[in-house]
């Protein structure tokens, strides 16, 4: 069982950035399909960003252009870059993996493999 473990929360100001890391207990070549959700009180859990291994992205319209997802196989470890934060980015976000590649392309947050969460906060 691969462990997913989230860093990099924390309070920023509305137009600051953030790094989020999400490292796994084990190799992620096998997990063709790992996102980033987030998940804000009293609200579902929404899709933030999904990457393929092979590098193909989808993205919420909410974040195109100031988030980049990422990852390094080789590092074991998925990465979102937040740029230009806004308040309404203040969610607890999370890292999903799976090994069915057609996942990134569906909002559903029905991943196999889950983090604990790390908080964001966005806020003057």
């Known amino acids: 069982q691969v462990q997913l473990v989230e860093s990099g929360g924390g309070l920023v100001q509305p137009g600051g950035s953030l790094r989020l890391s999400c490292a796994a207990s084990g190799s992620i070549f096998s997990f063709n399909a790992m996102g980033w959700y987030r998940q804000a009180p009293g609200k579902q859990r929404e899709l933030v960003a999904a990457i393929t291994n092979g590098g193909s992205t989808n993205y919420a319209d909410s974040v195109k252009g100031r988030f980049t997802i990422s990852r390094d196989n080789a590092k074991n470890t998925l990465y979102l870059q937040m740029n230009s934060l806004k308040p309404e980015d203040t969610a607890v976000y999370y890292c999903?993996?799976?090994?069915?590649?057609?996942?990134?392309?569906?909002?559903?947050?029905?991943?196999?493999?889950w983090g604990q969460g790390t908080q964001v906060t966005v806020s003057s």
């Open positions: 999903a993996a799976d090994r069915r590649a057609w996942r990134v392309f569906t909002a559903g947050p029905e991943y196999d493999y």
